[in-house]
């Protein structure tokens, strides 16, 4: 079983004529945008959009872990189900 997971494919995979349109014209775009940044801006272009997601990384699972009673349990009570007869 486990060694099936392993094998290679025996044909490639074909990607969707679309998704190859807009990966082109994607990196005709962004190619465009940094032609005439120096290798310099480039670098701390990378480094600033590294820093602003992690950032918010950090700031959505410190919000999502942050222990807060009023959030947590919005329920006070738990009312009974009842019956129709």
């Known amino acids: 079983m ?3 997971l392993f094998n290679k494919q025996s ?6 004529k679309y998704y190859l349109l807009l990966q082109e014209k ?4 962004m190619n465009s945008l940094s ?8 670098i701390c272009a990378l480094v600033l959009f590294t820093l602003l997601c992690s ?3 950090i700031y959505i699972l410190y919000t999502s872990l942050k222990k807060s009673p009023e959030k947590s349990q919005s329920v006070s009570y ?6 129709i007869n």
């Open 78 to 83: 738990v009312s009974k189900i009842k019956s």
């Open 35 to 42: 032609a005439g940044m120096s290798r310099r801006k480039l």
């Open 2 to 4: 486990m060694k099936s």
């Open 11 to 16: 044909e490639p995979f074909v990607y969707h």
């Open 55 to 57: 950032g918010y990384l």
């Open 26 to 29: 994607w990196a005709v775009k």
